[in-house]
């Protein structure tokens, strides 16, 4: 390496419990890589898995990164590589005095379309929530099922409050085989987007899934492990990518051109969500809602990102991505030592 790196560990408190199919979150935890150079700049990578989902929990990702910056070899893949991939890329772009969508794509978006995300287990409380998204300008609401028997009826309470807005589903692996093609079939008639991950098993699963039901499907979690290049011809609809655990991002602009491509964050931090924000402004072709609207979600955040207006998100002014935790990271010095 000819530039220093650093780790700094945080930790935010989430404003409300987030509860998937996975369990409950109240913290997200994580690691900020630092690489500086000769003058001074500074780019900013984020790695922060997510418990209960694939891949290397925080521990081995720590270890792993920091393994990198003493010299050794750059991970492979996951929350670590994506880390130092996007480190990297934020320091090449601040060095050219441009954004990091300008510095993946001369075609880039000064701003980027973005669902709501709905997790409200009590479907009159989820409807009041879409009915407040779609108040606010979002034209494409997100809601987490698979955790509720009424999952049915919570849909059907969305649609009848947002009769025009883009519905996705995300049920993170919840269901066996037989039972997400029967919830599926049902759930037809409220013209869903598309579902994420009804079941287990990876993208042949997924595809035999497809075959038995009318409802396009978008791969997540079982996204981990597979070869980046095997990606474009896996048989799904729709590729849901979170730059935080895949890295690569210039090859996603690539990637994007031939596959129908979902940007979104394990609920990370600003500098993740600024790093996948600017990504998703890079990407050629229609635009599909990103999934990066959650910054709301924290008491506190490790830097400032634009609010979201009218359902979109605007890039951060400035070079690189636009986000930088140093203050963050000095009040978190200075409680400590206090």
């Not at 229609?286 to 979201?308: C, I, N, W, Y």
Request: charged share 25%; hydrophobic share 45%; net charge negative.
């Amino acid at each position: 390496m000819n530039h220093a790196a650093t780790l700094h560990e945080f930790s935010l408190q989430l404003a409300e419990p987030l509860t998937t199919a996975k369990g409950v979150a109240t913290h997200r935890t994580g690691i900020l890589l630092c690489l500086a150079d000769e003058e001074g700049r500074r780019g900013w990578g984020e790695a922060s898995p997510l418990p209960g989902w694939p891949g290397p929990d925080l521990a081995e990702v720590t270890k792993a990164l920091g393994e990198w910056t003493r010299g050794g070899p750059k991970p492979v893949r996951g929350a670590a590589a994506a880390a130092i991939d996007g480190a990297q890329l934020d320091l090449a772009s601040r060095r050219r005095g441009v954004s990091l969508a300008e510095h993946l794509s001369r075609d880039f978006r000064d701003s980027v379309s973005v669902n709501a995300l709905l997790d409200q287990i009590d479907p009159e409380q989820l409807a009041e929530a879409a009915q407040t998204a779609v108040s606010r300008g979002f034209s494409t609401l997100k809601i987490k099922v698979g955790t509720s028997p009424h999952d049915l009826d919570r849909v059907a309470q969305v649609r009848t409050v947002a009769p025009d807005a883009q519905i996705r589903l995300d049920a993170n692996q919840a269901w066996a085989f037989d039972d997400a093609v029967e919830f599926c079939r049902k759930a037809e008639r409220f013209e869903i987007e598309f579902i994420e991950e009804p079941v287990a098993g990876g993208g042949e699963v997924l595809a035999e899934l497809g075959t038995k039901i009318g409802i396009r499907l978008a791969a997540d979690e079982s996204l981990e492990g597979i070869e980046f290049d095997d990606l474009a011809v896996l048989r799904v609809d729709v590729l849901i990518i979170k730059p935080s655990t895949i890295g690569r991002h210039e090859r996603l602009v690539e990637l994007a051109a031939k596959r129908p491509v979902v940007v979104t964050s394990f609920i990370d931090s600003a500098i993740g969500v600024a790093t996948a924000l600017q990504v998703a402004a890079a990407l050629p072709g229609p635009q599909l809602a990103a999934g990066l609207a959650t910054s709301k979600r924290f008491m506190s955040d490790v830097a400032s990102l634009p609010e979201v207006r009218g359902g979109r998100l605007a890039l951060p002014e400035g070079p690189g991505i636009g986000a930088d935790p140093t203050a963050f990271l000095r009040d978190v010095a200075s409680s400590n030592l206090s």
